[in-house]
Structure formats: structure tokens, C-alpha cells
């Protein structure tokens, strides 16, 4: 494979983005006044988490979807503080927020979303069919009420005849759709894995032997991602099953995402995919074992110590 990929330009897309909006008391008491030890607000969505690891690299992207309200506007002013590029299609009504309540066990209260209506779509399409050969768009997460089912294929219809690069990263019946259009890469992980081809995975040979299930339908690179254990990348050429850093895990969520961001990293740069699979693990690993997304000195770190963690699982 050539030394480094000529990218014009990254775009991540997040149908649903969400201010996460974080609160830690002592204890929680439902039906009483709870009052916070400290709470904090951050920008949520998976493809914003992708754009957000990427700025932490140094690397650019143009993050796209749906912003509304002051909840949109908040999100675009905290990618800009970061440098990162914002294509969002402005809509009526609140982007949502997700309050998280952290007391002991964490709750969390998920806001649906404002309504998009066809005309929003249609102007997400036509940025969209800008895209060219030389870009890489990435699609993540579930399609929201708010959305048709079927909005990751109609963008890769649409785009089809540009030849961009695409990775998908999101849920069974959704992902097996977009297969038809050759991704470059899916990031499914083990459970959603099993849920695509209604198995029980038992052991490594059949975690490979299912991985390979999406070769077969069209998807040019699969990361199975396992968590603690780590991830299996699979191709036409190369199965490596590696395991990961070990740490204390402190915020799983934007693991996955700051995965698929340290694999896009590395394989812009060098184009090696090998190198690419293992610089997305030790970015999930160190967004994982921090409060926050991954930084580049966190992931430097980890890969120092690569030949300690990367053969075993």
C-alpha cells in the first residue's frame, strides 16, 4: 500500500448531534430537590467525538448534519474553539440535550431531537454530493425518529458516482445495507456482530470467520472492536486479532468513535493498516481511561508500549 492517502477532506456526519450535559451529585433521590457537586457541558454525537479526536491530532475535518436553537449554536462555538470546521445544516427547533446524572450509578435522560423536514435533508444531500475522490466521509451512530430509516443509503446513492471513501460505523440492519456500496471500513463491535448474523460467537475462529461475512458483502476492511479485549481487523489480505492497554476505565462513551478516529489517522498518514488498527485502539483506550477524548500525548504514550499489549487479547 502507498505511503500516506491524499485526503482533500474528512467529513464526519452526526444525524443527532446532543450538548451532553453532565452532573455529579452525592446521591440521587428521585421525587426530591438534588442539588450538584459540579456539572459540566461538552459536544455529544458520535461523528462529532470522530471530528473532535481528529483536532486533538492536528488532523482537519468539516463536521455536517443537523444544528438548531442555542443548543446548536453552543455545539458550533465549542468545534470552532477546537478548530474544527462546521458544514451543519441550521433547522427549527432545540439540538438536544443529554443530561447525565452521576450519583453512585450514572442515569442518564437521552432528548429526542428536533424534527427535520425534507427540505433540511435535501440541503445535507447536495453538501454532501460535493464530496469527491479525494475526500473521506465518515457516517456513525443510529438514525433517530426524526430521520428516514433509510437515510444512510440515500447518501450513498447519491454520492456513489464520486467515488468517496466511506466508513460506517453504526448498527446491524443499517451497516449490513451500506455494504453494497463498498465501504472502506465498518466498525461493528462483537455484540452487534452476532445480532448481524443472528450467532453466538464463541470463540476466535468464529469472531473471524463472521468478521470476514462482511468481505464478503462488500466491506473493503472490518474492525470488530471487543472492548477490554480489544479488536480484530480483517481484510483480503491481513486478520490481526490484538488486544489492548490496560487501564482503569473512567468513560466508555466515544470509545468506539475515538477508534475509528485514530485508525483514520494513521492511515491518511501512511496508508499502513496494520499501524492504522493499532494506533485506533490505543486512541479508544486512552479515551476510555480518561474523562474526556483521547489527546495525542495520551495515545503517544500507549503506543510506546505497543509491543506490551498489542499481541495479547
Given at each position: 500500500?502507498?505511503?500516506?492517502?491524499?485526503?482533500?477532506?474528512?467529513?464526519?456526519?452526526?444525524?443527532?448531534?446532543?450538548?451532553?450535559?453532565?452532573?455529579?451529585?452525592?446521591?440521587?433521590?428521585?421525587g426530591?430537590?438534588?442539588?450538584?457537586?459540579?456539572?459540566?457541558?461538552?459536544?455529544?454525537?458520535?461523528?462529532?467525538?470522530?471530528?473532535?479526536?481528529?483536532?486533538?491530532?492536528g488532523?482537519?475535518?468539516?463536521?455536517?448534519?443537523?444544528?438548531?436553537?442555542?443548543?446548536?449554536?453552543?455545539?458550533?462555538?465549542?468545534?470552532?474553539?477546537?478548530?474544527?470546521?462546521?458544514?451543519f445544516?441550521?433547522?427549527?427547533?432545540?439540538?438536544?440535550?443529554?443530561?447525565?446524572?452521576?450519583?453512585?450509578?450514572?442515569?442518564?435522560?437521552?432528548?429526542?431531537?428536533?424534527?427535520i423536514?425534507?427540505?433540511?435533508?435535501?440541503?445535507?444531500?447536495k453538501?454532501?454530493?460535493?464530496?469527491?475522490?479525494?475526500?473521506?466521509?465518515?457516517?456513525?451512530?443510529?438514525?433517530?425518529?426524526?430521520?428516514?430509516?433509510?437515510?444512510?443509503?440515500?447518501?450513498?446513492e447519491?454520492?456513489?458516482?464520486?467515488?468517496?471513501?466511506?466508513?460506517?460505523?453504526?448498527?446491524?440492519?443499517?451497516?449490513l445495507?451500506?455494504?453494497?456500496?463498498?465501504?472502506?471500513?465498518?466498525?461493528?463491535?462483537?455484540?452487534?456482530?452476532?445480532?448481524?448474523?443472528?450467532?453466538?460467537?464463541?470463540?476466535?475462529?468464529?469472531?473471524?470467520?463472521?468478521?470476514?461475512?462482511?468481505?464478503t458483502?462488500g466491506?473493503?476492511?472490518?474492525i470488530?472492536?471487543?472492548?477490554k479485549?480489544g479488536?480484530l481487523?480483517?481484510?483480503?489480505?491481513?486478520?490481526?486479532?490484538?488486544?489492548?492497554?490496560?487501564?482503569?476505565?473512567?468513560?466508555?462513551?466515544?470509545?468506539?468513535?475515538?477508534?475509528?478516529?485514530?485508525?483514520?489517522?494513521?492511515?491518511?498518514?501512511?496508508?499502513?493498516?496494520?499501524?492504522?488498527?493499532?494506533?485506533?485502539?490505543?486512541?479508544?483506550?486512552?479515551?476510555?481511561?480518561?474523562e474526556?477524548?483521547?489527546?495525542?500525548?495520551?495515545v503517544?504514550?500507549?503506543?510506546?508500549?505497543?509491543?506490551?499489549?498489542?499481541?495479547?487479547?
Amino acid at each position: 500500500m502507498k505511503k500516506g492517502l491524499y485526503i482533500g477532506m474528512i467529513y464526519t456526519v452526526t444525524f443527532s448531534p446532543a450538548v451532553d450535559y453532565v452532573m455529579d451529585v452525592k446521591e440521587l433521590k428521585v421525587g426530591a430537590i438534588n442539588r450538584s457537586l459540579g456539572e459540566h457541558a461538552m459536544p455529544g454525537g458520535k461523528g462529532i467525538n470522530v471530528s473532535i479526536v481528529l483536532a486533538n491530532f492536528g488532523t482537519r475535518s468539516i463536521a455536517t448534519g443537523f444544528l438548531g436553537g442555542f443548543t446548536g449554536q453552543y455545539i458550533e462555538d465549542e468545534l470552532k474553539k477546537m478548530n474544527i470546521n462546521s458544514g451543519f445544516i441550521k433547522v427549527d427547533g432545540l439540538t438536544r440535550i443529554n443530561v447525565k446524572l452521576r450519583g453512585g450509578e450514572e442515569t442518564a435522560i437521552n432528548g429526542q431531537g428536533p424534527h427535520i423536514t425534507d427540505e433540511k435533508i435535501e440541503e445535507l444531500m447536495k453538501q454532501l454530493e460535493k464530496l469527491t475522490s479525494d475526500d473521506l466521509l465518515v457516517i456513525s451512530g443510529t438514525v433517530p425518529k426524526t430521520l428516514p430509516d433509510n437515510i444512510y443509503e440515500t447518501i450513498l446513492e447519491r454520492i456513489k458516482g464520486n467515488n468517496v471513501r466511506v466508513i460506517i460505523d453504526s448498527t446491524k440492519e443499517i451497516l449490513l445495507k451500506t455494504l453494497r456500496f463498498h465501504p472502506v471500513l465498518v466498525k461493528p463491535n462483537q455484540e452487534e456482530l452476532e445480532e448481524m448474523f443472528g450467532v453466538t460467537i464463541h470463540n476466535n475462529d468464529e469472531l473471524i470467520e463472521n468478521a470476514k461475512k462482511l468481505l464478503t458483502l462488500g466491506a473493503q476492511n472490518v474492525i470488530v472492536s471487543l472492548g477490554k479485549h480489544g479488536a480484530l481487523l480483517v481484510n483480503d489480505k491481513e486478520t490481526i486479532l490484538s488486544g489492548c492497554p490496560q487501564g482503569k476505565v473512567k468513560n466508555t462513551v466515544g470509545a468506539g468513535d475515538s477508534l475509528v478516529a485514530g485508525f483514520i489517522d494513521e492511515y491518511i498518514k501512511t496508508g499502513n493498516i496494520v499501524m492504522a488498527l493499532y494506533k485506533g485502539i490505543a486512541t479508544g483506550s486512552a479515551s476510555a481511561c480518561s474523562e474526556n477524548l483521547a489527546t495525542k500525548e495520551e495515545v503517544q504514550a500507549l503506543l510506546d508500549k505497543l509491543e506490551d499489549w498489542k499481541g495479547a487479547n
